[in-house]
């Protein structure tokens, strides 16, 4: 066996370990699971959603760490730095952390292919029962019946919204897409569905297995002041709460689903109000309708599918007057761009595209030509985001605003590209 000895020479060896990229199924990472003996004995929430999982998965590890329990989030996927998967009190695992559990599940896989998903999802549950963490929070990462995730036994499950996005896996419509999120449901515990029109096939597989089934709107909600909201479930009510760090009114839906969450695990982790207060005043999670310090305004958003892009262009309308609105947008081929350029188009009055160098990427060209295609005239193409960012950049003033968006990788580079100019 060749020697991997950094984290970088583990995820190099992961993505050529197994046949396909995206394997769904529970069966191989089930048996590795049980070859480990992987049972948590700390309470687990775990959330789906076709948006706003990560930002709802931020929000109950900010919450429940102001509380005082030492959480262990798992989210995917990274923007820099793949340690940010897997997050042990807000803060990404060492190295070495996650090096130990892929030695550990690579001794007890035998000859059980897995995928680079299937290997982090283990090694962070691995990492979190290792370091003794009082709760462990799990992000689906596609869909949620078939996920590795879902391998594991959540004592609350969360599915925060229900929409359009990788359809060739998950099924064409909201039915089909909704019914495999609801297969993270468990017979007799809370099951929160956040999206306020669930759909029905996720509706009856809840009630199907006896499912503790909470929906917005009937079971739990939420009202909106100027600068503060409250919250309700059932009888119970907190109020006077912060509007959370995190931008963009979509997010106190988030915010909602992760207190009804709570709520509904209450006996086993407590959290007052004023550890709900400082977690969502101190919330971190990049790239999320993120604004930039100085100016010109710089926003970043990862929002890569219709719903996503249509709930940036509501909160783009919530800021200040811009006098030339510049698109920083790159997408992966197998998206559905015409319907994200489409919703995006009249916020902005330059689109400087690019390509994105990997499999699924397409050429800053290909995007300009289905921009231009769609009737918009400004549109400048470019081999890679750098030079797009830099490009506006030098062109914008201090009252315009740049918005860089289309995928987690469009925002990576831009990112990556601050930190090291050139």
């Known amino acids: 066996m060749t020697m991997r000895k950094t984290l970088d020479d583990w995820l190099r060896w992961q993505e050529g370990l197994h046949v396909s990229a995206i394997d769904m199924g529970l069966e191989r990472v089930s048996r590795v699971r049980d070859a480990m003996g992987l049972r948590p004995h700390c309470p687990i929430i775990m959330v789906a959603g076709t948006n706003g999982k990560g930002s709802t998965c931020a929000m109950l590890s ?3 760490h102001a509380a005082g329990f030492k959480v262990g989030a798992y989210t995917s996927p990274h923007i820099l730095h793949y340690n940010e998967r897997i997050a042990i009190d ?6 070495e952390r996650i090096i130990a559990s892929f030695e550990a599940i690579d001794a ?20 979190f029962v290792a370091e003794k963490v009082d709760v462990i929070v799990l992000e689906v990462g596609l869909g949620g ?11 609350v499950s969360v599915v925060v919204s229900v929409d359009l996005d990788h359809q060739a896996i998950l099924g064409n419509d909201r039915e089909d897409i909704g019914f495999e999120k609801a297969g993270i449901y468990r017979a007799g515990k809370p099951a929160i569905c956040v999206d306020p029109e669930p759909p029905r096939r996720l509706l ?4 199907a297995i006896g499912a503790d089934l909470r929906l917005y709107g ?3 909600g939420f009202s909106r002041m100027d600068n503060q909201w409250s919250f309700r479930c059932g009888d119970h009510q907190r109020h006077a709460l912060p509007i959370p760090a995190l931008r963009g009114g979509y997010q106190l839906m988030n915010a909602c689903g992760a207190l009804a969450a709570l709520e509904a695990i209450k006996d086993k982790l407590p959290v007052g109000i004023g550890a709900v207060k400082q977690g969502l005043v101190q919330v971190e999670w990049p790239g999320r309708f993120q604004v930039l310090p100085g100016r010109p305004t710089v926003v970043l958003d990862v929002g890569h599918n219709p719903h996503a892009v249509k709930a940036m262009t509501a ?8 006098e030339t609105r510049y698109a920083v947008f790159s997408m992966l081929a197998d998206k559905d761009m015409a319907a994200v350029v489409e919703l995006a188009r009249g916020e902005f009055d330059r689109w400087l595209v690019a390509g994105l160098d990997m499999p699924r990427g397409q050429s800053g060209e290909a995007i300009a030509a289905e921009l231009a295609a769609a009737g918009i005239a400004d549109v400048q193409a ?4 750098a030079g797009a960012w830099s490009t506006a950049l030098s062109q914008a003033g201090d009252n315009d605003r740049i918005v860089v968006f289309g995928s987690f990788h469009t925002v990576a580079e831009v990112l990556e590209a601050r930190r090291h100019p050139v």
């Open 382 to 385: 470019f081999d890679r985001v």
């Open 108 to 127: 007890a896989r035998g000859d059980v292919s897995l995928t680079y998903f299937e290997f982090g999802t283990l090694a962070a549950v691995h990492s």
């Open 315 to 322: 909160a783009l309308k919530q800021l200040p007057y811009a």
């Open 62 to 64: 900010s919450m429940l």
């Open 218 to 220: 009937r079971d739990f």
């Open 90 to 95: 807000l803060k990404p695992a060492s190295d």
């Open 145 to 155: 019946r078939l996920d590795a995730v879902n391998i594991f036994e959540p004592d």
């Open 204 to 207: 009856d597989h809840a009630v």
